[in-house]
Nanobody
Framework: EVQLVESGGGLVQPGGSLRLSCAAS????????MGWVRQAPGKGGEWVSNINCGGSSTRYADSVKGRFTISRDNAKNTLYLQMNNLKLEDTALYYCVKYVFCGIPGSWNYRGQGTQVTVSS
């Protein structure tokens, strides 16, 4: 059974930082690209970032480029999202997703339960 468990969300002031983590189990982690998507209150889902299975290639949505950094530790089966210079519009439920294949771009087929990020003064 695939399990993706996110952590690290919380309440932060504008300009602050958070680091999200996603612990994966039930899969051969280093075989799959991984990513993050988010959903803000009253809005549809938004793709945030992804990373290929080896960690050598990354992509970002324009809205987070230059502020967020995705990374992975295949030895620990863990995905990360370092979020800096957070803005009010980054407030959302952040989900870790597993992709179908190793490469990016692509389609994801599993999603975690999410971790809430709230940016507020």
């Amino acid at each position: 059974e695939v399990q993706l468990v996110e952590s690290g969300g919380g309440l932060v002031q504008p300009g602050g930082s958070l680091r999200l983590s996603c612990a994966a189990s039930g899969i051969t982690f280093n075989n799959y690209a991984m990513g993050w998507v988010r959903q803000a209150p009253g809005k549809g889902g938004e793709w945030v970032s992804n990373i290929n299975c080896g960690g050598s290639s990354t992509r970002y949505a324009d809205s987070v480029k230059g502020r967020f950094t995705i990374s992975r530790d295949n030895a620990k089966n863990t995905l990360y999202l370092q979020m800096n210079n957070l803005k009010l519009e980054d407030t959302a439920l952040y989900y870790c997703v597993k992709y179908v294949f190793c490469g990016i771009p692509g389609s994801w087929n599993y999603r975690g339960q999410g971790t809430q990020v709230t940016v507020s003064s």
